[in-house]
């Protein structure tokens, strides 16, 4: 089964440092995809980030980065340069088979506050 | 540019009461699930559709019932509402790509739903 932990509940950095938000994930799966969502407080989900099991090369997005360390099963989201618009809660997801079709499994989620 | 477009935004239900919640997508997907968010738990997976006239269960299905009777429509349907089903409800909806992982979801906007 596949599962994807995020430890940090909340985090708080000031603005214009760099942040790392934390996530492992777990599978059995050798081609798999892992995905970075922001919520902010309108709530719609924004896609931010997508890393390939297979991919080399850590994903970048603009200010956002993936640091994926396979053999670690972790994939964590770090945004250079915070800026008070980044205030949001953060979902990690894993692209799984469950039952013969493939879904999205989120994690807890990380409320990312950024101070002024 | 619709998108996926979930109705209602908000609703306030009885114990007891049914309803259900529609999701629509224009974007020709195969693929449309219904997650709920609850505090600390990140979005968990209640049904899944593979195509028109499929579904199937997710992780959290009991209460709730689903119907794909055209593509581009996912209904949601609740029929004797529990407080625990207080919750905010979301569509997605993805390419079928089954053997491809980056495929990202597209979200609709949520339904934040109340069962007093």
């Known amino acids: 089964a596949q599962k994807i932990t995020q430890t940090q509940p909340g985090m708080f950095v000031q603005e214009k440092e760099a942040v790392t938000l934390d996530c492992t994930y777990d599978?059995?799966?050798?081609?798999?995809?892992l995905f970075w969502y922001k919520q902010p407080s309108s709530g719609e989900m924004i896609f931010l980030i997508y890393q390939g099991s297979y991919d080399e090369q850590n994903a970048t997005e603009g200010r956002y980065s993936l640091n994926f360390q396979k053999a670690r099963k972790s994939a964590n989201l770090v945004i250079s340069a915070s800026q008070l618009g980044d205030s949001a809660m953060y979902f990690c997801a894993m692209r799984g088979i469950i039952q013969g079709a493939q879904k999205l499994v989120f994690g807890q989620g990380t409320r990312l506050t950024i101070n002024p | 540019n619709a998108g996926v477009t979930q109705t209602p935004k908000f609703r306030v239900l009885k114990t007891g009461q049914s309803m259900t919640l529609l999701c629509a997508q224009d974007?020709?997907?195969?693929?449309m699930y219904w997650y709920r968010q609850d505090p600390g738990m990140g979005l968990r997976l209640i049904h899944y559709s593979v195509g028109e006239g499929t579904t199937a269960k997710g992780e959290v299905p009991d209460g709730y019932n689903v119907s794909r009777l055209k593509k581009q429509n996912f209904l949601l349907g609740l029929e004797s509402a529990a407080p625990s089903q207080t919750s905010v409800y979301f569509c997605a909806s993805s390419y079928s790509a089954r053997h491809s992982t980056n495929e990202k979801l597209f979200f609709g906007s949520g339904t934040q739903l109340s069962v007093l």
């Open positions: 599978t059995s799966d050798q081609s798999y995809g």
């Open positions: 974007m020709n997907h195969e693929y």
